[in-house]
């Protein structure tokens, strides 16, 4: 299991939550940590384990787990993406819960995974299974476990970015913005298309590098024109290609991802900043 999640694992907590139709008490949770919080932001992992733990939930983080297989997938790679894909069914079978603090990953498994194995009715069936488990953090809570408002205060204006795969194949849209209106403090301001991609799309800024950079360029034009302090979302891919931008047009918006905030662990230096950024920034933040 790679580092973080061993970490997380090792804090491992407890946190409550209800599905659509009534969750068990004490719902037995498994973290998918997923690869860019592993290597690149464990604290996501930790704020999303301490929001569930707030919820009451028994949560675990399954040392088997990879990474979910969509590198592969939108390169066409079904067979790698399959071998993968089984890996993950097995190491998640059996809990009430799969949470992701990722709508692209949660959406793999909930969406994509079931059509996978098309040509196999047992794993067809198992995917099935692990996808109506999945969710992404901030759905699950206000969805399933009906959390209404979370403990905590922010002081400063934040945006909120909303990520393709969430918005899109999650429905991920208000939930977070509810959420993040409970803290003390915290004053959301829109940008004018929080909707439109930030031109990450996992491979495709690879494949189309010119067409990405203008996408996330206008992006961030449009953050700064909302005067935000912080810009949040919940997908840690968009988030590293937004505060890479912002941060070579020499934004002084800070970026994080919406556990974070959500759990009040905001003490790190933003996504993209050492320690020397975070110290120059106004004391106001």
């Known amino acids: 299991m790679p580092p973080a999640a061993t970490q997380v694992s090792a804090t491992r907590a407890t946190a409550s939550e209800a599905p659509a139709t009534k969750a068990p008490q004490n ?137 393709c795969s969430g918005l899109r194949e999650l429905g991920i849209k208000q939930q977070p913005r509810r959420l993040l209106k409970t803290l003390d403090g915290l004053t959301l301001t829109e940008m004018a298309e929080p909707e439109v991609c930030c031109g990450f799309g996992g491979t495709f800024c690879v494949k189309y590098p010119d067409i990405s950079n203008q996408m996330v360029d206008a992006k961030a034009a449009d953050v700064e024109a909302t005067g935000a302090d912080l810009l949040l979302a919940g997908d840690l891919g968009c988030l590293l290609n937004m505060a890479g931008k912002l941060k070579r047009r020499g934004a002084s918006v800070e970026v994080r991802h919406v556990a974070e905030v959500l759990a009040g662990l905001t003490e790190q230096p933003g996504i993209g900043e050492g320690v020397r950024d975070r110290q120059a920034r106004p004391a106001a933040e």
């Open 27 to 163: 719902p037995r949770v498994a973290l998918f940590v997923t690869c860019l919080v592993d290597f690149f932001r464990p604290s996501v992992g930790f704020a999303t384990l301490k929001l569930l733990e707030q919820a009451g939930c028994t949560v675990e983080v399954p040392r088997a787990q990879t990474c979910c297989g969509q590198p592969a997938y939108n390169s066409g790679d079904r067979a790698d993406t399959k071998a993968i894909a089984a890996q993950v069914i097995r190491a998640f079978a059996g809990y009430d819960y799969v949470v992701v603090p990722s709508g692209s990953c949660a959406g793999m498994l909930r969406k994509h995974y079931p059509a996978l194995f098309k040509d196999d009715p047992e794993l067809a069936a198992q995917a099935e299974d692990l996808g109506a488990r999945t969710h992404e953090l901030v759905s699950f809570l206000a969805d399933v476990l009906k959390v209404k408002a979370v403990a905590g205060a922010f002081a400063g204006t934040v945006t909120y970015h909303d990520s």
